[in-house]
């Protein structure tokens, strides 16, 4: 049986020969891997394609040894697993405390904030941050509603992805 992953690696030297280790180790038989450093995603890290052959509880064993190791599978079989939700939140998002906003939208099952950029103003009111989320396939609709409630709840002007 063969699986076709896309993850996501920070750009450091040896990051792809941690992930491919652990796979060889498990029984997974590598067949290509497509790693071009110089395409990267918003957060900085590198997409890698990685095509692994072995039977289905092998395989199996690989992704959650990936995810146990908070290595990001984006894709299995050109399914995506992950989906980014890009919001901006506009306001006193500082004397807001953006850590408790951050640890609010951490706490959303499925969701891990994974870049998040901080515009700050001589005018507090006119701060605007940018926060970019990963969230389990399925569920965009559900945090976009809970990111308008944690909006609300802070007094911020919440500008969701359409």
Same mark, same amino acid.
């Given at each position: 049986?063969?699986?076709?992953? +896309?993850?996501?690696?920070?750009?450091?030297?040896?990051?792809? %020969?941690?992930?491919l280790?652990?796979?060889?180790?498990?029984?997974a038989?590598?067949?290509?891997?497509?790693?071009?450093?110089?395409?990267?995603? =918003? *957060?900085?890290?590198v997409?890698?394609?990685?095509?692994?052959? !072995?039977?289905?509880?092998?395989?199996?064993?690989?992704?959650?040894?990936? *995810?146990?190791?908070?290595?990001?599978?984006?894709e +299995?079989?050109g399914?995506?697993?992950?989906?980014?939700?890009?919001?901006?939140?506009?306001?006193?998002?500082?004397?807001r405390? %953006?850590k408790?906003?951050?640890?609010?939208?951490?706490?959303?099952? !499925?969701?891990?904030?994974?870049?998040?950029?901080?515009?700050?103003?001589?005018?507090? =009111?006119?701060s605007?941050s940018?926060i &970019?989320?990963?969230?389990?396939?399925?569920i965009?609709?559900? &945090?976009?509603?809970?990111?308008?409630e944690?909006?609300?709840?802070k007094?911020?002007?919440?500008i969701? *992805?359409?």
């Amino acid at each position: 049986m063969r699986l076709n992953l +896309v993850l996501e690696l920070l750009d450091v030297p040896g990051q792809l %020969l941690d992930v491919l280790k652990p796979m060889g180790r498990l029984g997974a038989n590598i067949v290509a891997v497509i790693h071009q450093r110089d395409v990267k995603t =918003e *957060e900085g890290k590198v997409p890698v394609q990685i095509t692994i052959e !072995g039977d289905e509880e092998t395989l199996n064993r690989v992704i959650t040894d990936l *995810e146990d190791n908070e290595i990001p599978v984006m894709e +299995v079989d050109g399914v995506l697993r992950r989906e980014k939700i890009t919001t901006i939140l506009v306001g006193n998002i500082v004397d807001r405390d %953006l850590k408790d906003t951050v640890s609010l939208l951490n706490m959303l099952p !499925g969701v891990r904030v994974a870049d998040l950029d901080l515009k700050m103003s001589a005018s507090p =009111e006119k701060s605007a941050s940018k926060i &970019v989320m990963e969230a389990q396939e399925g569920i965009k609709q559900e &945090v976009l509603f809970k990111i308008k409630e944690i909006g609300e709840l802070k007094g911020l002007l919440v500008i969701n *992805e359409i």
